[in-house]
């Protein structure tokens, strides 16, 4: 007789493909199958309980099985699932996208709906080129971009994307971007003053040869995640948005992952008052319960568009879901539980107790470096610290020390070397203080017990 697990496993072997992932790997060990979550935990079909130290892909704000948003998803669902935009509205996304003008920063008005991360970047790069588009400047067709910058899967999100290992293998179908260095200190002997340098006077040369063909900057703001948790130094962002600003390049900021209080702000882009002309929300706008991003626009962009029908100015984008109302109303509940609760304040207390926390391996010989904005960290694993260097990838230390972390009962996923700690922010004290002593513990045990 098979177990319960034992036809799930082989059911998931037989049927899904999943992402990021090689398979030949993944069918080669016991699959996780979680079955339900609580507060800070998510629990296996075994029952066994393991911390989400990375909010299930850093979407995670309130935990899981949350009773108010719970209970927001099932009074819309006693009304109507979903009904279009296309041509109409719904009450919880005209609530939602007034809400989110409210918080975002000053300036950015209108709220185009989408599904994800990836589409609203596409909505955005469209935006943004059809804005030049149409008041008639032509020309301004390309995107400036930064090395190792994510901003989702999709084609154009990939063709300003600088990550070789997800991004190399399609680059003859994409279109092309200028790429300027990411000021990485840890990566550079020069410090924080040269990198930053380096990136400014890399973006000003740019600019100024070639900003007639250029309609947008794309950056995520202060801290670029998949690239591996890195932290710009002061005044970066807001320097660079200055320059677009006064070469008229148009500057979005790619928010999905720092949005809603994970640096310790509402937005990163507010640590630093700037205010992009194209704003993307997504991972934690719903507290990580379903699946709703958005693009923000300020009303110069809006009125590029708006016009008589003949004039062919129309934003022709939309997908089947956009501006779906369960999605909505959970993102609504979860905002006004983070401003009840008030947990973008909060977030600057627990980044605090955590870095404390971790200042235990600041010396380890195998950590290199730990990046922290808020409660967005990542651990850099080296093989020698003085000399930085790396570990080989096919060491694969980031995945070992994961499933080591796993096994000591917390989930998390690597950025290659770097390991990645993003708790829901709602963890307290206790919480965060058992979860980092795994992460301790992972790191402790992986490395020292490599070679
Ligand atoms: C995750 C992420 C995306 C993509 O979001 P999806 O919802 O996965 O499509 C885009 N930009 C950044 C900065 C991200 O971290």
New binding site residues.
């Given amino acids: 007789m098979l177990t319960n697990y034992e036809r799930l496993a082989a059911r998931n072997k037989e049927y899904l493909w999943h992402p990021f992932t090689q398979m030949k790997d993944y069918n080669n060990a016991d699959p996780l199958i979680i079955e339900r979550g609580e507060g800070m935990k998510l629990f296996d079909v075994h029952g066994r309980a393991y911390w989400d130290g990375f909010s299930s892909?850093?979407l995670n704000v309130h935990g899981h099985n949350v009773p108010e948003l719970n209970q927001a998803i099932t009074d819309q669902l006693g009304r109507v699932a979903h009904s279009t935009l296309l041509g109409m509205a719904n009450v919880p996304a005209i609530e939602l996208a007034e809400k989110l003008v409210e918080i975002t920063p000053k300036g950015l008005n209108k709220v185009f709906y989408s599904d994800?991360?990836?589409?609203?970047?596409e909505i955005a790069i469209k935006m943004a080129f059809q804005y030049w588009h149409n008041q008639g400047v032509r020309g301004k067709t390309r995107f400036i971009t930064m090395n190792q910058a994510?901003?989702?899967?999709?084609i154009g999100?990939v063709s300003v994307g600088a990550i070789p290992l997800y991004h190399e293998v399609y680059r003859p179908m994409l279109f092309p971007s200028h790429v300027i260095p990411y000021p990485c200190a840890y990566r550079h002997d020069g410090g924080e003053r040269e990198v930053l340098e380096a990136t400014l006077t890399s973006l000003r040369h740019l600019l100024v040869a070639r900003a007639d063909e250029i309609a947008a900057l794309i950056v995520?703001p202060i801290v670029q995640?998949?690239g591996g948790i890195v932290v710009m130094p002061p005044s970066c962002l807001r320097e660079m948005s200055a320059l677009c600003r006064k070469h008229g390049v148009l500057f979005i900021a790619?928010?999905?992952?720092?949005g809603f209080g994970r640096t310790g702000a509402m937005f990163a882009c507010d640590l630093e008052e700037v205010t992009p002309d194209l704003m993307?929300v997504?991972?934690g706008l719903t507290g990580g319960y379903l699946?709703v991003?958005a693009t923000l626009a300020t009303d110069e962009i809006y009125q590029a568009f708006y016009a008589d029908y003949q004039e062919q100015k129309t934003f022709f984008h939309g997908h089947s879901y956009t501006g779906n109302p369960l999605g909505c109303a959970v993102a609504l509940a979860s905002l006004k539980l983070m401003e009840e609760r008030s947990m973008v304040e909060g977030v600057r207390a627990k980044a605090a107790f955590v870095e404390r926390k971790l200042a235990a391996i600041k010396d380890h010989p195998h950590v290199g470096d730990i990046r922290q904005k808020g409660l967005m960290i990542g651990i850099e694993l080296v093989r020698h610290k003085a000399t930085r260097e790396a570990y080989d990838w096919s060491e694969r230390i980031g995945v070992r020390t994961s499933l080591r972390a796993r096994e000591l009962g917390m989930l998390t996923r690597p950025l290659g070397n770097v390991m990645v700690f993003i708790p829901p922010l709602a963890a307290n004290e206790a919480e965060l203080d058992a979860m980092t002593d795994i992460l301790i513990e992972s790191i402790i045990s992986v490395t020292e017990g490599a070679h």
């Fill in positions: 892909v850093w994800s991360g990836a589409t609203a970047v994510y901003h989702g899967d999709t999100a995520e995640g998949a790619d928010e999905v992952a720092t993307v997504g991972k699946p991003a």
